[in-house]
């Protein structure tokens, strides 16, 4: 399990957010109001 990510959002949807991480690509999954948050 990751505990702690920073990095550029790339792309975001209802249910995932894609992170580019030093050119490594993350897609994690986030609850509906968190997606409103962002």
């Known amino acids: ?3 702690y990510l920073k990095g550029r959002p790339i792309r975001r949807t209802p ?3 894609l992170l580019d991480v030093g050119g ?3 897609l994690v999954h986030i609850p509906l109001p968190t997606f409103y948050e962002l």
């Open 24 to 26: 490594v690509g993350y």
């Open 1 to 3: 399990m990751i505990g």
């Open 15 to 17: 249910e995932s957010v």
